[in-house]
């Protein structure tokens, strides 16, 4: 049998740029976690290399991060807490590196905070993902700092293609070594993103659809505060924890990453070094 496309060379370069960081009780993060232990969190941007062009995914928080959330609802205000690091932008610059596209798993304020930094760029959203950003109270994560004129926003739609056993994807270059599929709930056009750098090294990066892996293998939500907050369709955020499980159990060797678990994040590190 042929080997895949994707495993046939390591052409792809897989860096995660950490913009920020949150320290909360584990039981903030999934149900009936505990409430005696912090659970270390990250946000990244996740900087992808391949031949044919070099993207972000998601851009952590942006040079305006401090500015940007006082638009948020009070009382959203007050539940968000980050520790800021270094910009994707400035990393971005420091690394020499020249940005094709962002592509982002979703428009919350902590995955699309740095699309400003960068107005000369396409940002690249789904049809549904755009839509829901524009529907006045969305969300309390979602507001107009985050969408300015300066921003280029470019919609997509993901083909009735099946992958892993998600059943919408989109094949960015078409050498099957980086695939988005669709993972509505969350947000309605959240998407993940497959890294594919060979057989034996595999990276999903799965958004916010959970927070903690552990949620993966317990078949469990977030606390039920933090849904409440945060997911647009809690009944679907469950279907695509199951839709995960299932990927567990069938393809063991693929690295499941939620954006905002820093063990997850810290171990995909690893994986692509």
């Given amino acids: 049998m042929s080997l895949p496309v994707w495993s046939q060379n390591e052409s792809v370069k897989f860096t995660v740029l950490k913009t920020g960081s949150i320290d909360p009780l584990e039981a903030t993060t999934l149900q009936g976690g505990s409430w005696f232990k912090r659970f270390p969190m990250t946000h990244p941007a996740f900087l992808i290399e391949h031949p044919k062009g070099n993207f ?9 991060a401090k500015e940007q959330v006082q638009d948020m609802v009070w009382w959203a205000r007050l539940a968000t807490e980050f520790n800021q690091d270094v910009s994707a932008l400035e990393q971005i610059k420091e690394k020499g590196i020249k940005l094709d596209r962002i592509i982002l798993s979703h428009a919350h304020f902590d995955h699309s905070s740095g699309v400003v930094d ?26 107009p700092s985050l969408f300015p004129e300066t921003v280029q926003f470019k919609t997509y739609e993901l083909e009735a293609k099946e992958y892993e056993g998600f059943p919408k994807s989109r094949d960015i270059y078409g050498d099957g070594k980086l695939v988005l599929v669709g993972l509505p709930g969350h947000t309605p056009g959240s998407v993940g ?9 595999r990276i999903f990066l799965v ?29 679907e955020v469950m279907l ?8 567990q159990k069938r393809s063991p060797e693929v690295l499941i990453v939620p954006s905002h678990d820093a063990r997850s994040v810290a171990k995909a590190m690893e994986l692509a070094k």
């Avoid at 950003?133 to 507001?143: E, G, V, Y």
């Avoid at 993103?193 to 090294?201: D, G, M, P």
């Avoid at 903690?212 to 039920?224: H, L, M, R, S, T």
């Fill in 118 to 143: 960068f107005p000369d760029l396409p940002i690249e959203v789904t049809v549904e993902e755009m839509a829901f950003a524009k529907t006045k109270d969305a969300s309390a994560a979602i507001f």
């Fill in 56 to 64: 972000l995914f998601d851009t952590g928080l942006g040079t305006k």
């Fill in 193 to 201: 993103l497959f890294v594919n750098l060979s057989i034996e090294k």
């Fill in 240 to 247: 695509r924890i199951q839709e995960l499980q299932a990927l």
């Fill in 207 to 235: 958004g916010d659809t959970v927070w903690n892996a552990d949620a993966i293998e317990q078949g469990v939500p977030k606390f039920w505060f933090s849904k409440k907050f945060v997911d647009n369709k809690p009944d």
